[in-house]
Structure formats: structure tokens, C-alpha cells
């Protein structure tokens, strides 16, 4: 589907429509769906219960991955022709980071299992912070390894087109685009560190757990075209967001207690908890308030 999207959809940059990037999230959508209903076949209801589950946390922390990456589109002023490229190999490079770190955390859990609590306890704050602090500011530049790159590759004054690096005056010169690629895989890095460990709070099973990563990572792309123009519009998913990731903290905390969440719950808990952050975003927008 990636060779596809690159190779025939997408081959050359073009600004994607509200129309396309519509169509997109929903083909994405429909893949999961249809990949969730060939789990209840085949591995029963609970893997399918997992699967379902995991997507929807990831899915909706990508929201707030979204929303990163285009202050640091608007950072770098990237014209909107180039960005799905970017997001393409960033989320080609996500799936290959996550597939390592999700192999290295439940390996890391079957050893000890106490890490879940650590895992549980990082969650609950990493939610509290989300919710109390709306503001999120970029600062690339302060970035040790956006720095580290500045320093060991030369970098040309502008954009060459789409491309990532140039060959110029007998010497390979990388583009601002590249160093925007640099930052878009390690906010996905960051924001990795949270989700990968709120989906442990729903299965152990690395099957799931990637595969639950790689359907919201693939409808990442759409999303940020759908939700890009909208930024300011859904003004309480952040803190639903937030909420999100306390539940799931809590839920890997009770895990083994009389208190534990059944998954179903958290589905639908979850599902519940964004809807609610939508609706009340659409009922008292941003334009009601007065400064």
C-alpha cells in the first residue's frame, strides 16, 4: 500500500485536497476495520478486541502528532506540494523505530514485569502535563540532533524542489527538507515513548501491538491533511488526549488487582472520551471566547 500510495497515487507533489485526504483517512479506516474483523475470524473476539482497542489509542494520539508536525511545517514554512513526501518517509521510518522498540519493550516486560508499573506511573503524568498545558510551542532549533545534523551535513539556504539532498558545486548538500524529516521522526520518537507503553496497557502480544501501531501510523499522512487545517478548531482533543493516556496509565496499574479494566470498557471508554472532546469542541469554539 506504501509503494502504491508513492509509487502511483502520489508520484509527483502536489498540495492534497480536503476531498483526497478525506478519502484516504477512510480507505485507512476501512483497512483496519476490515483487518480487526479478519482477527475476530481468525484469532477470536479478544484478539480482535486488543486490536481495535490498540488502533484507536494510537490513532488518537497521532491527533496530537498532527498538530506538531504542522507548527513545524509552518517552522519551516514547507510549501504544502511537499509535505505528503515528508510524511511518507517519516512514517516509513516510524514503522521501522516502533517495530524495534516495541520488540525491545516486550522483551523488556516478559523480564520484568514491574516495568509495567513504571510504564503505568509515566503514563498517568505524561497525561496530567498533557492536560494541564494547552500550549505547545516548537523550538527545532534547540533540538540536540537537529543541531548534531546541522554540524555534520551542510545544508543548503532553501529548498531544492522536493528533494531531500543536492549534489552542488562537487559536493552532496542536504535540503531544509531533510532537516524537516529529521524533526518530524523525532517528535514520532517522542510521542512513541507514550503510546507504545498505552498500548501494553491493552495486550503484551507484539503482534498486536505493532500492528495496531502500523494502521494509525499508515492513516497518519491523511489525517494530518484532514486535521491540519483545523488545528485551532478541536481546541479540547489535546486534553481528551491527555485523559486518554491517565486510563491507560491507570489500567496498567490495575492490572493486577480485583479493580482490573476489561478491554471491551476500555474501548469503548476511549471512544467515548474523544467523541465527547469533539462534540464540545464544535459546541464552544474558539471564536466565543473573548480576550
Request: hydrophobic share 60%; charged share 15%; with cysteine.
Amino acid at each position: 500500500m506504501l509503494a502504491l500510495d508513492l509509487g502511483v497515487f502520489h508520484r509527483r507533489s502536489h498540495t492534497v485536497s480536503l476531498r483526497e485526504a478525506l478519502g484516504w483517512t477512510s480507505a485507512w479506516a476501512t483497512l483496519a476495520l476490515l483487518f480487526g474483523a479478519g482477527l475476530w475470524r481468525l484469532a477470536g473476539p479478544e484478539k480482535a478486541v486488543e486490536f481495535l482497542t490498540g488502533y484507536l489509542i494510537e490513532l488518537s494520539l497521532s491527533a496530537d502528532n498532527v498538530f506538531v508536525i504542522a507548527l513545524l511545517f509552518t517552522y519551516f514554512a514547507v510549501p504544502t506540494s511537499f509535505q505528503h513526501k515528508v510524511l511518507f518517509w517519516g512514517v516509513l521510518g516510524a514503522v521501522v523505530m516502533r517495530l524495534v522498540m516495541i520488540l525491545l519493550g516486550t522483551a523488556l516486560v516478559h523480564e520484568a514485569a514491574w516495568v509495567l508499573y513504571v510504564f503505568g506511573g509515566l503514563l498517568v503524568v505524561a497525561g496530567a502535563r498533557m492536560v494541564s498545558n494547552r500550549v505547545e510551542e516548537v523550538h527545532p532549533e534547540r533540538n540536540p540532533i537537529v543541531r548534531l545534523f546541522r554540524r555534520l551535513m551542510p545544508v543548503t539556504p532553501g529548498f531544492r524542489e522536493d528533494r531531500f539532498v543536492v549534489r552542488e558545486a562537487g559536493r552532496w548538500l542536504a535540503t531544509p527538507l531533510l532537516i524537516v524529516l529529521v524533526c518530524v521522526e523525532v517528535t514520532d520518537l517522542a510521542f512513541a515513548i507514550d503510546s507504545i507503553p498505552a498500548v501494553f496497557s491493552v495486550t503484551l502480544d507484539p503482534f498486536i501491538v505493532f500492528t495496531s501501531n502500523v494502521f494509525a501510523l499508515l492513516g497518519l499522512r491523511s489525517l494530518y491533511f484532514l486535521l491540519a487545517r483545523a488545528v485551532n478548531a478541536f481546541r479540547y482533543l489535546k486534553p481528551a488526549l491527555g485523559v486518554v493516556l491517565v486510563f491507560a496509565g491507570a489500567k496498567l496499574l490495575l492490572a493486577q488487582t480485583p479493580w482490573k479494566i476489561d478491554n471491551l470498557v476500555a474501548l469503548g471508554a476511549v471512544a467515548a472520551t474523544l467523541a465527547a472532546s469533539v462534540l464540545a469542541s464544535l459546541l464552544h469554539p474558539v471564536r466565543d471566547e473573548v480576550a
